[in-house]
């Protein structure tokens, strides 16, 4: 039931552009293997083997961390609504820290310029496999809405206190990895 693909499709991003949230899959060795849910809104495809999404405050930093480490990444899609179906995008990932050269330009070309309060950093994912499975085990959902939560929380902190919490609680992953969060961006620190 299993099909792999060398790129992303037509008929993926089709799938995608449909889909609401998605979720994002990282470890390092000896690390616990972490999973978090992510809104559509924050994710861009750039070309057939690119994927990157614009990442927001959590109240940890694993995916950064485990990427630092190992690099591993996995995307995945599943169908709530219409047809069954899972998407997976396997690859090497990477962190991109905020207000870097590189992320500067990513979120002009891809975002309007438009960063929301508490944007942490850009993670993109160079794809080296696309999955597709069956999906009749994934239960059917109706979307309603996005949360609000995110904004209002954001938004009380201010920058300021966005900053002290990345400081106490984003530096490193709860098994003690290093997540480069606020380090300084190689081309930057050589000039």
Avoid at 3 to 32: C, L, N, V, Y
Wanted: aromatic share 8%; hydrophobic share 35%.
């Amino acid at each position: 039931m299993a099909k792999q693909f060398a790129r992303i499709e037509d008929p993926h991003r089709k799938f995608i552009a449909r889909q609401h949230i998605f979720f994002t899959a990282s470890a390092a060795e000896g690390t616990r293997v972490n999973v978090s849910p992510r809104s559509t809104e924050a994710l861009r495809l750039l070309d057939d083997l690119t994927a990157i999404y614009l990442d927001r405050t959590g109240s940890g930093n694993e995916t950064a961390a485990h990427l630092l480490a190992d690099g591993r990444l996995t995307i995945m899609f599943c169908a709530f609504d219409g047809p069954p179906v899972i998407l997976r995008l396997y690859g090497q990932g990477r962190m991109i820290r905020r207000n870097s050269p590189e992320y500067l330009s990513l979120l002009a070309e891809h975002y309007g310029g438009e960063e929301p309060l508490g944007a942490r950093q850009i993670i993109r994912l160079d794809i080296d496999l696309v999955q597709t499975s069956c999906g009749y085990a994934v239960p059917l959902y109706d979307y309603r809405a996005e949360r609000p939560n995110l904004d209002r929380w954001a938004e009380a902190k201010g920058q300021e206190g966005l900053d002290a919490y990345w400081r106490e609680k984003n530096l490193t992953s709860m098994d003690g990895l290093p997540t480069g969060l606020l380090d300084e961006p190689e081309d930057q620190m050589a000039s």
